[in-house]
């Protein structure tokens, strides 16, 4: 990977962890989402242009590779969690949830994010290795461990749509990589 490209990949990653459409309340959880995608395809399409302007040598390929995975690990793990959090801002979840929200307590929330990062984590792993078959083990594993809990309907579309959010972004983000490698 070119080290430039790489380089501007893993700021654009960094830098949209404080993203303002990032931030709750922002606006609209559909208006972040469509800004996070216009911005991820400009820095893509920045890096790859800004390639054009030297020629590397050996060592800065192997550095353009690690930065190139530090931001595709850095972007799918602490990236996904605001993006599934715009998802989920789409359904009302909060431990006070408004009419028709979905009510989750405080530490379900944090043991959700820090399951969410795990998850993604391990899903890009598995896509970079081409193995898309374990992402079905994954969430059979998730469901099997929130067994009990998916009995109550309002918390099982909560834990399928976090999920699947989750799992979308780790896959993206995997397909992307293997198609700029």
């Known amino acids: 990977m070119h080290p430039i490209t790489a380089a501007v990949l893993l700021v654009f990653a960094v830098a949209t962890t404080w993203a303002p459409w ?45 930065a190139f995975y530090a931001a595709a690990y850095w972007y799918a793990c602490a990236g996904g969690m605001a993006i599934v959090r715009l998802v989920l801002d789409m359904v009302p979840v909060s431990p006070q949830p408004p ?43 998730k469901a099997l461990a929130r067994f009990r809990a998916l009995e109550d309907r309002d918390f099982a579309e909560y834990f399928l749509i976090g999920t699947l959010a989750s799992l979308l972004h780790a896959l993206v983000v995997g397909v992307g990589v293997r198609l700029l490698t």
């Open 99 to 141: 009419k028709g929200g979905i009510a989750v307590s405080a530490s379900e929330l944090a043991r959700g994010r820090m399951i969410g990062v795990l998850e993604r984590a391990l899903a890009l792993t598995l896509v970079l290795l081409g193995q898309y078959g374990a992402l079905g083990l994954l969430i059979a594993a």
């Open 22 to 66: 990032r931030r709750p309340g922002w606006k609209t959880p559909s208006r972040g989402l469509w800004v996070e995608g216009v911005a991820l395809v400009t820095a893509v399409v920045a890096a790859l242009q800004l390639a054009r302007l030297a020629v590397p040598t050996r060592d800065g390929m192997a550095w353009g590779r690690v």
